[in-house]
């Protein structure tokens, strides 16, 4: 693998597996050995991310960056500092891929603009794995990243979200936090039409995954999903 200086894109596992080969590629393996440095969301994930490879200096030794929305756009050059002088360095989210709903999409634009080298690497992706899962249309869809917290607002964008899937015929996706999950399902099986698909899936690539791809009809005549502080992606679609 090259050596020239470069940011690399490296993809993280959606749960805490003990083997990480059986989601990541060799080539994220071989990447990471070649790091004179991580940029991560935090110091605790960063520093596991690392440990689950070989590393060309203990992992503790490798410096760590911190990038996450917290992070004021007058440091990125800063950390794209190292980059330039000459060495090779990995941003990686806390889950799945970085810079798809992740602040990291920040980090690559201003390293474009630079002129530097960016390699990407494949790798779980929540969103992705959600839709393929879902059966749901996958030839034209939107990703709306995290709905609003208030659940007046939460509402009117699930509205408009319903008027967008009425206009364009396309999947319709988006994130919640954990603790909001079932408040969304709540708030979609109140709003969204009886005929209208509806998909959620959670804890994907762990034991306890699971996937719900149904009409709202019968949604609301089964037994929802406990979904609280599980990562869910929700998805929908109208026919």
């Known amino acids: 693998m090259s050596e020239k200086p470069t940011l690399l894109l490296l ?26 440095g991580l940029i991560a969301e935090s110091e605790g994930e960063g520093r596991r991310y690392l440990k689950r490879f070989a590393t060309k200096k203990p992992a503790n030794e490798i410096p760590i960056a911190l990038f996450n929305e917290h992070t004021p756009d007058a440091d990125i050059d800063f950390l794209l500092e190292p980059i330039i002088k000459g060495e090779r360095w990995g941003i990686v989210s806390d ?16 390293a474009r603009q630079r002129g530097l080298a960016i390699q990407a690497f494949v790798g779980p992706s929540s969103i992705l794995m959600a839709l393929m899962l879902s059966g749901l249309p996958g030839q034209k869809f939107f990703f709306h990243g995290y709905l609003a917290k208030e659940a007046d607002k939460r509402q009117a964008e699930i509205k408009h979200l319903l ?13 919640e936090a954990p603790y909001r999950n079932m408040q969304a399902l709540d708030s979609l099986l109140k709003i969204l039409p009886d005929k209208a698909w509806l998909a959620v899936a959670w804890d994907l690539t762990m034991p306890t995954q699971g996937v719900i791809s149904q009409t709202v009809e019968s949604w609301k005549k089964c037994t929802l999903p406990s979904l609280e502080k599980k990562p869910a992606i929700f998805l929908f679609h109208l026919e």
């Open 11 to 36: 993809p993280n596992l959606l749960g805490d597996h003990r083997y990480a080969e059986i989601f990541l590629p060799a080539s994220v393996a071989k990447a990471v050995q070649t790091l004179d």
């Open 95 to 110: 889950a799945g891929l970085p810079c798809i709903a992740d602040p990291g999409s920040k980090l690559v634009h201003r």
């Open 163 to 175: 008027q967008l899937a009425g206009q364009d015929k396309a999947t319709q996706i988006f994130m």
